[in-house]
């Protein structure tokens, strides 16, 4: 499936021309063994990715902006689980 997130790199995907700005965004999968994250491999801290979604994702973003810090650690225990 193809994103919105903000991060997009231009290069037009399997949907025409109309694709971007889109991304296809990789399963978190073995995401513990990743010390680069995101396509472009510019962030190390999972919490930096996180914040780095805009578009499409601004909503969530803006939820997990909200949350507290022990709230936002679980979520990167989780995310260090995978």
């Known amino acids: 499936m193809l994103h919105d997130v903000g991060t997009g790199d231009f290069i037009v995907q399997n949907g ?3 694709t971007l700005t889109l ?3 990789a ?4 995401m513990r063994t990743r010390n680069r994250l995101m396509h472009d491999g510019e962030n190390i801290l999972r919490n930096d990715a996180i914040l780095r979604h805009t578009n499409q994702a601004e909503n969530v973003i803006e939820n997990y902006i909200n949350l507290s810090t022990n ?3 679980q979520i990167i225990t989780f995310l260090n689980s995978l």
């Open 23 to 25: 991304m296809r965004t």
């Open 16 to 18: 025409g021309i109309g």
């Open 71 to 73: 709230q936002k650690n």
């Open 27 to 30: 399963p978190l999968w073995g």
